[in-house]
């Protein structure tokens, strides 16, 4: 490995010397330290006349590129980061109650449901407590039951399932063995069975992301958003950023209305917000938003 630390100042240098104006160099110096070199090369790297190939890449900026620009684009995913965190939250705390409630009035005589091989596939169960529930068990809520009730294996759905991450609360969903019952939640969400699985899947995914500071101005869903009658999506909003915007906003527009017009507020204030025309250009050409 050859590659060394550098300084803010050598690190001026080398953006200079790749051909990206910087106006203000004392600004940068302290945007760089806030932000760091590696982490604004993500956003960056679009303004690069190599760009979308990595391959080959030679780090040379196209002409009349701006320091300005590449602060903007990572303002623009920030700001939309944050915007959408908001929500997703909502939506993952809808997702957990309703389908606690919903499987456990289904199955009162069950309270711990979810490790029933009558009600869940056996895998599943099989491989419950060393997958999901040896996290949840150091959980301090989890542990004064258990304390209590020292006979417990598990504690109750409404319990156990409150501390489940949003990837643990797909898989539940998804290895219960009552489609009838699935459908029914599914429902309630306004949708089939199998477009309400692609959409949390969904949600999933943007979640995560968000919640690990990635990109997602330039988000490529590996697996595509099903076109419905209610997220028409076609093209390339399959895979991108708007497109998930779409499905958060159906989401959140079953949970509440209010809510969906507060989020549309949100997302329309920030694409109209003033940044450089070179951002605007990229944000568009990768997010596939229309700006205004």
Same mark, same amino acid.
């Given at each position: 490995? /050859?590659? @060394? ?10 953006? /200079?010397?790749?051909?990206? %104006? ?43 590129? *701006? ?6 684009? =990572? #303002? ?21 109650? =309703? ?8 199955? !009162? ?13 056996? @895998? =599943?169960?099989?491989?419950? /407590? ?6 949840? +068990? /150091?959980?301090?809520?989890? !542990? ?16 156990? %399932? ?24 599914? *429902? ?10 692609? =959409?949390?899947?969904?949600? +999933? ?7 690990? &500071? ?14 419905? @009658? ?11 950023? *708007? &497109?998930?915007?779409?499905?958060? +906003? #159906?989401?959140?527009?079953?949970? *509440?209305?209010?809510?969906? @017009? ?19 250009? %990229? ?7 229309? %700006?205004?």
């Amino acid at each position: 490995m /050859e590659k @060394k630390a550098t300084t803010i100042e050598e690190q001026i240098g080398l953006l /200079e010397e790749r051909g990206l %104006i910087i106006p203000d160099k004392e600004k940068a110096k302290e945007i760089l330290m806030d932000i760091g070199f590696y982490r604004l090369g993500f956003y960056a790297f679009p303004f690069e006349t190599t760009f979308p190939h990595l391959e080959n890449r030679t780090h040379r900026y196209k002409r009349n590129v *701006s320091f300005t620009d590449i602060v903007d684009l =990572y #303002y623009f995913d920030y700001d939309l980061r944050k915007i959408l965190t908001c929500y997703l939250n909502r939506i993952e705390v809808n997702l957990r109650t =309703y389908i606690t409630y919903a499987v456990s009035n289904h199955y !009162k005589e069950s309270p711990t449901w979810f490790v029933d091989a009558n009600i869940m596939n056996r @895998k =599943y169960v099989d491989e419950f /407590e060393d997958k999901v529930y040896k996290t949840i +068990r /150091e959980n301090p809520v989890i !542990k004064r039951h258990h304390h209590k009730y020292i006979n417990d294996r598990f504690t109750p759905a409404w319990k156990t %399932i409150e501390f489940m991450t949003l990837g643990n609360l797909c898989s539940l969903f998804n290895n219960l063995k009552d489609e009838e019952l699935k459908s029914a939640i599914a *429902s309630y969400y306004k949708c089939g069975l199998g477009i309400f699985i692609n =959409y949390i899947e969904t949600v +999933r995914i943007i979640r995560n992301t968000c919640a690990h &500071g990635g990109c997602i101005y330039n988000l490529s869903l590996p697996k595509a958003i099903r076109g419905s @009658k209610q997220v028409p999506v076609f093209g390339d909003k399959r895979h991108n950023i *708007s &497109g998930v915007v779409d499905v958060i +906003r #159906y989401i959140v527009g079953t949970i *509440s209305v209010n809510r969906q @017009k507060d989020m549309e507020h949100e997302i329309n204030t920030l694409l109209k917000r003033k940044r450089s025309a070179n951002a605007n250009a %990229i944000i568009a050409k990768c997010t596939g938003f229309a %700006i205004k």
